[in-house]
């Protein structure tokens, strides 16, 4: 148990799909991330919100849609994907502003979902 | 452009000797690096940092060192266990900015 709990671990979807992944942590944590991991690419920052408010948004296309109800939860929600979006999505939290508890501890990541678009 | 480098993919390392696993950077105003490893189908887990102020971190069988004039640090493992293979990723921060900037990281093997 890492702390960070998503949900579900395993998903397979068609292009026409909607489906969301969920992420819960119960650290007081009050930063959270999205992130993807393609094969053989660097972890790819999708989302961050900090204190429930997003704060980046990388170029992520429209398919993707995060939602964060409070300092707890994170989801993301997809609709019409493409194969290229199979990956393994990672979401993580950390103490925003806190650079001893950063330096200290890092993130904090789930143990992902692996996401496959058929 | 990528920040952070890990130039080797892989590595490969006998039981019991030392793995040194490599990373480069770019941004003279990263002041803390950290060291992940991650397992395949889970998350990175946090394994050791270090501070722009420091050239040296030890924790256990754990030593990473940083040469600032180089923009090099790197992680020491000794002795290398079966357990320490997985994906070891290097990832920096800023003072003013605490998002991590990952490198693209170093699956390391260990064989009997």
């Known amino acids: 148990e890492t702390g960070v709990t998503q949900t579900p671990r395993h998903l397979v979807m068609g292009m026409t799909n909607k489906k969301s992944l969920k992420c819960e942590q119960h650290?007081?944590?009050?930063?959270m991330y999205w992130y993807k991991q393609s094969a053989k690419k660097p972890l790819e920052l999708m989302f961050v919100y900090s204190l429930e408010e997003r704060v980046e948004n990388n170029s992520v296309p429209s398919r993707f849609s995060p939602e964060c109800p409070n300092s707890s939860h994170l989801f993301l929600h997809l609709h019409t994907l493409q194969p290229e979006d199979s990956a393994l999505y990672l979401c993580?939290?950390?103490?925003?502003?806190?650079?001893?508890?950063?330096?200290?501890?890092?993130?904090?990541f789930g143990s992902g979902t692996r996401l496959t678009v058929v | 452009d990528q920040q952070v480098k890990q130039n080797s993919p892989s590595l490969s390392v006998q039981e019991g000797r030392i793995s040194i696993l490599n990373c480069d950077y770019t941004n003279s105003m990263f002041d803390y690096f950290l060291w992940y490893k991650k397992y395949p189908a889970e998350g990175p887990t946090f394994l050791i940092s270090i501070s722009s102020i420091k050239d040296k971190n030890e924790d256990g069988r754990f030593t990473v060192f940083l040469n600032k004039s180089a923009k090099h640090l790197s992680l020491h493992i000794v002795p290398s266990q079966p357990g320490d293979s997985a994906v070891y990723f290097c990832a920096a921060t800023t003072d003013s900015n605490y998002q991590l900037i990952w490198g693209a990281g170093t699956k390391l093997i260990i064989k009997p």
């Open positions: 650290l007081g944590h009050n930063a």
């Open positions: 993580a939290s950390s103490r925003e502003n806190d650079k001893f508890y950063l330096s200290s501890y890092g993130y904090t």
